[in-house]
């Protein structure tokens, strides 16, 4: 069998697949507070609970339903986008020229109520959520078994967060959401309605991680806590990338899903914390983070 500093080849690549997995919801997740965070200058602390909902409502809309998870894949990242439009404007739009510090201590108590809603109804054990029927089995690669629905996973993410990406930095619609960051008065002098747009903004970050949830309902039991025990790990992510980077947030946790990877093969006990030593590095010789601006 192949070997390489002495790691079987299939262990390796089968470690480097579940580490891209896991960076495409780092990916997915920490883009989605970076937008909320460069366009409202909230840091969202609701976003790991947002997650867990959107697992939740496609879960239960199988189970209540019938509905299936293509369906429910855009569905509920809609329906948690429109809670988040709640969440928005009956709360969050009175923080925005406050310090940090208030909007952190709002969505952890969002976060908390939420979990004690999904808590109080179904515990702390998982819920099972089949694989869809398209995406069973694996595909030999020679080298390797790839399981379909894994690959499916890393594909959709990479395309949503890209498409996000572009969506942004490339079109004029992301040209008058940063404009309407930077000087919101000029902008609603021109006729836009600055308000909306920011309310749109921070639901189409909460049902990004909806999406995320979704994706992961298949792979993770479906449980009230699944959103906390990820949400610390896609913060660290968000520093080293930069606050409010766009590409940093993407790169990064693709790039420390497979740096987590490697660590399971290489050196098992250190891979809960690589991540954070990875930030304490950063911090120390890039404050700003990698792709963040400094002031």
């Not at 996973?153 to 498409?163: D, E, M, N, P, T």
């Not at 309605?193 to 903004?201: A, E």
């Not at 992510?237 to 766009?246: A, D, E, K, R, Y």
Request: charge should be neutral; aromatic fraction near 12%.
């Amino acid at each position: 069998m192949t070997e390489i500093f002495g790691i079987p080849l299939p262990a390796l690549l089968g470690q480097l697949l579940l580490g891209l997995v896991n960076g495409s919801f780092y990916a997915m997740l920490s883009l989605g507070l970076a937008v909320i965070f460069g366009m409202l200058n909230i840091i969202n602390f609701a976003h790991g609970a947002l997650y867990m909902m959107g697992a939740f409502f496609a879960w239960m809309g199988l189970e209540y339903l019938g509905l299936n998870y293509w369906f429910m894949l855009g569905l509920a990242p809609f329906a948690v986008g429109l809670i988040g439009i709640v969440i928005e404007r009956t709360m969050l739009q009175w923080l925005y020229k406050l310090d940090h510090l208030y909007g952190l201590l709002l969505t952890f108590g969002i976060t908390l109520v939420i979990e004690g809603v999904f808590r109080s109804f179904y515990g702390v054990s998982g819920q099972p959520y089949q694989v869809p029927d398209a995406l069973q089995g694996a595909t030999n690669l020679g080298f390797m078994i790839l399981p379909n629905y894994r690959a499916w996973v890393v594909v959709a993410s990479l395309i949503v967060c890209f498409a996000v990406w572009a969506l942004i930095e490339k079109t004029s619609l992301g040209a008058k959401l940063r404009a309407g960051t930077e000087n919101p008065k000029l902008v609603q002098a021109f006729g836009i309605n600055v308000p909306r747009m920011v309310t749109l903004t921070y639901a189409g970050g909460v049902a990004l991680a909806a999406f995320a949830g979704v994706l992961a309902a298949p792979i993770l039991q479906v449980s009230a806590l699944m959103g906390t025990n990820l949400i610390i790990v896609v913060f660290a992510v968000v520093v080293i990338g930069g606050m409010g980077s766009i590409l940093g947030s993407i790169l990064t946790g693709l790039g420390l899903g497979i740096v987590e990877g490697l660590t399971k093969v290489v050196y098992p006990e250190a891979s809960n914390t690589v991540v954070f030593v990875v930030m304490a590095i950063v911090l120390l010789v890039r404050p700003a983070g990698l792709f963040g601006k400094e002031k």
